[in-house]
C-alpha cells in the first residue's frame, strides 16, 4: 500500500478539500481513502477503528533520565522477539481511585495491536541513531495507549504515558497528588519473568521506582542453523530452562498466532536435536 511522508498532509488535505468541493459524489471515495491510509516512519497511521504514530524522536532536554545518554541504537532485532517483548507487557488497573486495590492483570497489547504495529517499532528501533527513541500513539476502541520504547543499558525498555484511555496520574498534578507519600495512579505495569521496574538513584543513594516504566534484558540472536523465512536467526524462547518447557512456551505461542507454523516447526526441530 503506498504511504505518504507526514510533510505531505498539506498536500493531501488540499486535494480532499478540492476533491469534496467539486465533485460531492466522491464523498464517500475520500472518506474511504482517508481511512484506509497507512503512513509510516516520519509517518501516521490511520483506520475507522485503529488510528495512531510511531516515529523517532530525539531525547528532549527535560528528560532527566536519558538526557546525555548514548542510547544503545540502532538495535536490530527479529520480528518475533519484539512481538514476544510487547505480548509479555502487563499492567494492573485500581478497583478505586484511592485505594490500594488493584484489579487483575491485563496486557498492554491485544494480539492485533501487535500485528499491526510490531514491525514498525522494531524498523524504528533498526533506524534509530544513539540519541533518538521510538515514540508510538496507538487509538483503539479501547481508548490511547502512548510511549516510547528504546535500548539502555542492554534491555529494551517501555516507557508508557497512557494505556487504554487513562493516564498515569489520577490527576495530573505531579507531587500534590501524595497520599501517604504515593502518588494517585490509575495504573501501573507488572513486571514478568525477567522484566524489572525502571530504578533511578539520587546524589544521596536513595532509589526511586518508576512504575510505568520496564525494562527487559535483551538476548541477541544466535545462529541456529535454522533459517527463518525473511532470511535472519531469531532466538528460542528466552523463558523455561528445560528442553521440555521451551517447547510447552513455543506451543503456546504457536497458539496466540505470536509465531507462524513454519517457524513454529523449525524451533521444534532445533530443540529436539540437543537430545
Known sequence: MQSSKLGDTSVVRLLTHTLLKEKPNLRVLVFFLCCSVWVFGDYVFAG???QGKVILQRVQNDDKHLRGKKLGHPMKMGPMDIKRAMWGLHFLGKITVSGDTWEDP????DKKTISRISGYINDKLGAAKPREIVSFSIRTRQGETSGDVFVLNDALNWRFSRIKGMGRLVDHQSVAQETGGEILVNWKLEPRK????????NTLGFK???????TAPIREPKPSGVDSPRGHHETLPPYGGTIKEKLKMLKEWAKEGLISEEDYKAKVDQLLEQF
Not at 526511586?208 to 520496564?214: L, Q, V
Open 194 to 201: 525477567t522484566q524489572k521496574y525502571f530504578y533511578s538513584e
Open 208 to 214: 526511586t521506582r518508576y512504575d510505568y516504566w520496564i
Open 48 to 50: 475507522s477503528e485503529f
Open 106 to 109: 491485563e496486557r498492554v497489547f
